[in-house]
């Protein structure tokens, strides 16, 4: 019965570590200081980047103002490694094609230097998506993240870019703190003990995924 118990705890760790709350980067967000470019609302800025349960969520929005051009500069409250971006994007044509990202600037780029700064991530992004999609960041590039500006372009119409929901998955040191203290089982002998190390094993080889 107690190796039942055990491996039922392991496996529901295991669960909530590949997409529960420790790898949602949105509690490292620092939410105060999120602001944006070329806003129809600017206070919307801070309010796309929203918990993973408000993430369906459509009644707040952020759009761009007299063109498809949004940018959203994204300050962390300590460095973090950001895996992948989650997004929900307008439907239609106030849906944006495109996404670059630059890392660690200390303050938002400007519409007229993005031609003349290179960005570590410039992607398309899917048409036609409705809910929620994952895109992966090249991990390498963003290792030890202080802040990122996010630069959504190219709508469907060309008139206007909307956005639902901004958000990123990744860890941080204080998460893996609180992994190896979460994972630390009392164990009367070494069989018992082993249990933590299989599910740190497990879970280091796993890849979220937006659900």
Known sequence: MASNNSETSENSLASELAGGDI??????????????????????AKEVIKPWDRRDDNTIFLESNVDDQLMIHVPFVENVRVKSIILKLGRGEVAPRHLRVWANKSTIIDFSDVDSIKPQLSISLLEGETGVIEYPMRV?????????????????????????????????????REINSRLEVPAPNAADASISDRVSNRVGGQQTTAR
């Open 23 to 44: 790898s949602n980067l949105y509690r490292f967000i620092d939410k105060d200081n999120v602001h944006g470019l070329n806003l129809t609302v600017p206070e919307h």
């Open 140 to 176: 390498a590039a963003f290792a030890s993240i202080h802040s990122l500006s996010l630069l959504f372009d190219d709508a469907l119409g060309g008139d206007q870019t909307r956005l639902y929901f901004i958000g990123f998955k990744g860890d941080t040191r204080s998460v893996k």
